[in-house]
């Protein structure tokens, strides 16, 4: 009798046991369930692309007061997506159109769309729109992380930090993979390349030394130059096109106490920029131009050895600036004006 009453208490717990087994495994699957968006096998929430006209109402010549008040939710995720990509320095992997005009977009292909045309706007995740605003109807439709629709009338304080939510979700899954080799080579490829060039000779492999001087003029005569570059584009097309120019074909300058005139042929110049780098003169743009202070210039040992002289270096002093403007600017014709 006893032993009975044993097996039947047993077998009673075993099934109470059970019973709270299957309820809280039962408790689990719905929230995994919902986790995986599985509600949405229930309601029509996968994408709101269907519950939107797909005509735009406005157009461009439309009065920007009869729906720019519809952009204030949209701007918000914009700023937020631009302030992500910007800190994270992947704006190369999206084609981002913020600037001005009431026509907007943050764009990744396959991946992430954010857009804003004229009182529509959208966000779509992948294959899903998640969240867009019908300027025919003034409706917001917006589906959250878990699967629910939500579709409620338009408000411009309408809470968007779940559409943000989702969207910096996108956003570090590129950013993850953001390749920044991979642009650098890509740009290289689409680059200007120069095929060929007319009238420029380059800067000539001379012994050279930096000269101060003083710059007089130019010559009257110039030489007109062109170069033809081509590239490749995206789409697999050549694309060329020409720059032109032009340079004097000599300068008259003081060196020492003595004009000269060099000839822009042999001339160089090496410039500092700002951050302490260096830019070499490719010879294709004059090398002076009227600044009434001591200029300098490189020049050809050869050629102050041939004009000045073996000990040219002695007599490369620049003279003061009273005396150059004395003895060369203020002696010129001046222009007389008719009365």
Not at 7 to 14: G, M, Q, R, S
Not at 124 to 133: D, E, L, N, Y
Not at 258 to 267: F, K, M, Q, R
Request: hydrophobic share 40%.
């Amino acid at each position: 009798m006893f032993t009975q009453s044993v097996k039947n208490l047993l077998i009673v717990a075993f099934y109470i046991v059970a019973f709270i087994y299957v309820v809280v495994c039962a408790f689990h699957t719905i929230e995994n369930l919902e986790l995986l968006g599985a509600s949405m096998l229930f309601t029509p929430s996968f994408t709101v692309s269907n519950l939107v006209q797909k005509d735009r109402r406005f157009k461009g010549s439309d009065k920007l007061r009869n729906y720019v008040g519809l952009h204030t939710p949209i701007y918000r995720v914009l700023n937020h997506a631009q302030r992500f990509i910007l800190d994270r320095r992947i704006s190369r992997d999206f084609d981002i159109h913020t600037n001005r005009g009431q026509q907007k977009w943050i764009y990744r292909e396959g991946v992430l769309n954010i857009r804003l045309d004229r009182g529509y706007s959208a966000v779509s995740i992948g294959a899903r729109t998640i969240f867009a605003v019908d300027e025919w109807s003034r409706t917001i439709y917006h589906i959250d992380a878990s699967g629910r629709l939500a579709v409620t009338d338009y408000r411009q304080n309408y809470d968007v930090s779940d559409v943000i939510t989702q969207v910096v979700e996108a956003l570090e899954v590129i950013a993850e993979h953001y390749d920044a080799d991979k642009h650098d080579a890509m740009e290289r490829r689409y680059e200007w390349q120069l095929d060929c060039t007319e009238n420029i000779e380059g800067v000539r492999d001379y012994d050279r030394r930096t000269v101060k001087c003083w710059f007089i003029k130019s010559s009257n005569n110039s030489v007109e130059w062109s170069k033809q570059w081509f590239r490749e584009t995206p789409s697999g097309s050549t694309q060329w096109k020409i720059t032109t120019g032009s340079h004097p074909t000599a300068y008259q300058v003081v060196i020492g106490s003595t004009a000269y005139w060099i000839p822009h042929s042999i001339l160089s110049r090496e410039w500092e920029l700002h951050g302490g780098r260096k830019f070499k003169s490719c010879g294709s743009v004059a090398f002076f131009g009227w600044t009434g202070t001591i200029d300098s210039i490189d020049v050809p040992t050869w050629w102050l050895e041939k004009n000045i002289g073996d000990e040219w270096v002695e007599s490369i002093e620049p003279v003061s600036r009273a005396t150059f403007f004395k003895k060369w600017i203020n002696k010129r014709p001046r222009r007389r004006w008719a009365r």
